[in-house]
T-cell receptor, first 116, second 114 residues
Framework: AQTVTQSQPEMSVQEAETVTLSCTYD???????LFWYKQPPSRQMILVIR??????QNATENRFSVNFQKAAKSFSLKISDSQLGDAAMYFC?????????????FGTGTRLQVTL | DTGVSQNPRHKITKRGQNVTFRCDPI?????LYWYRQTLGQGPEFLTY????????KSRLLSDRFSAERPKGSFSTLEIQRTEQGDSAMYLC????????????FGSGTRLTVV
């Protein structure tokens, strides 16, 4: 079975600074997708960024980028120029396969605080 | 389309009562998922549908839980004889068959069993 591990229950970053959230996963599959989701307090889960395992290039979405290390099974999220609105729970998630949607496996999350 | 809609937003019930939640997915999405999220944890998969067919059920989904998607549109999740351990946020998500565009989540139904 696939597992996703987020070893940082909480992180804190000052506004305008950069923070990196860690995620490791375990799988025997060669094809899969990895996601970072953001869950603000009392609000719905929002997709932040997605990485296809077959792509060597790290995904980037504006201030958000990932460091995908397939051999190490590591998938970290870097948030640059942090903003107060980035404060939320962040979940790393995995889905196996080559593109047919299936169930997501989530990590336990990292709570990000953004301070002035 | 206004996204994935879940009702009710909050439900308080007495132990032993039955509850039913509803999820309306994005209309173009043929896959629908149910997850359970307890405080401080990540969502745990319960079950998912493609159209009206239930493709997979987690072992977390005990005999007291049942989910349906009768016409391949909205879905219901019923919990019979609720227990305090059922208290959680129940999340619904939908997706196209291919997940290039990702999954869209609803705001969830928070269940409190007293």
């Amino acid at each position: 079975a696939q597992t996703v591990t987020q070893s940082q229950p909480e992180m804190s970053v000052q506004e305008a600074e950069t923070v990196t959230l860690s995620c490791t996963y375990d799988t025997s599959e060669s094809d899969y997708y990895l996601f970072w989701y953001k869950q603000p307090p009392s609000r719905q889960m929002i997709l932040v960024i997605r990485q296809e395992a077959y792509k060597q290039q790290n995904a980037t979405e504006n201030r958000f980028s990932v460091n995908f290390q397939k051999a190490a099974k590591s998938f970290s999220l870097k948030i640059s120029d942090s903003q107060l609105g980035d404060a939320a729970m962040y979940f790393c998630a995995y889905v196996g396969g080559t593109g047919t949607a299936s169930k997501l496996t989530f990590g336990t999350g990292t709570r990000l605080q953004v301070t002035l | 389309d206004t996204g994935v809609s879940q009702n009710p937003r909050h439900k308080i019930t007495k132990r032993g009562q039955n509850v039913t939640f509803r999820c309306d997915p994005i209309s173009e999405h043929n896959r629908l998922y149910w997850y359970r999220q307890t405080l401080g944890q990540g969502p745990e998969f319960l079950t998912y549908f493609q159209n009206e067919a239930q493709l997979e059920k987690s072992r977390l989904l005990s005999d007291r839980f049942s989910a349906e998607r009768p016409k391949g549109s909205f879905s219901t999740l019923e919990i019979q004889r609720t227990e305090q351990g059922d208290s959680a946020m129940y999340l619904c998500a939908s997706s196209p068959r291919t997940y290039l565009h990702g999954y869209t989540f609803g705001s969830g139904t928070r269940l409190t069993v007293v």
